[in-house]
């Protein structure tokens, strides 16, 4: 059973900057896709970045996010990163990580790591 372990989230002023880590416990997790999710209190959760796996690293954005916020993986560690920059109080959140493609399937969830933004 594969489990997902999510970090880095905090308090961060507007404008700050943080990073999230996703650890995962998969065999050939080089080979999958990842994604960041991030699900804000009464709303859905949604994606907002994603990575194709192999050697491929092709990256997609929600327009929210796109030019503040990249996705990254290091296959050596089983980890992918979420490099948030020039946050917004609309980034608060409690942001997870999984694969990107619901419809081929998702792990569990893991239990995400809150990101709030305020001064």
């Known amino acids: 059973q594969v489990q997902l372990v999510e970090s880095g989230g905090g308090l961060v002023q507007p404008g700050g900057s943080l990073r999230l880590s996703c650890a995962a416990s998969v065999s050939g997790f080089s080979i999958y896709g990842m994604g960041w999710y991030r699900q804000a209190p009464g709303q859905q959760r949604e994606l907002v970045a994603s990575?194709?796996?192999?050697?491929?690293?092709?990256?997609n954005y929600v327009d929210s996010v796109k030019g503040r916020f990249t996705i990254s993986r290091d296959n050596s560690k089983n980890t992918v990163y979420l490099q948030m920059n020039s946050v917004k109080p609309e980034d608060s959140a409690v942001y997870y990580c999984?694969?990107?493609?619901?419809?081929?399937?998702?792990?569990?969830w893991g239990q995400g790591t809150q990101v709030t933004v305020s001064s």
């Open positions: 999984n694969r990107p493609i619901p419809s081929r399937g998702l792990w569990n």
């Open positions: 990575i194709t796996g192999d050697s491929g690293g092709n990256t």
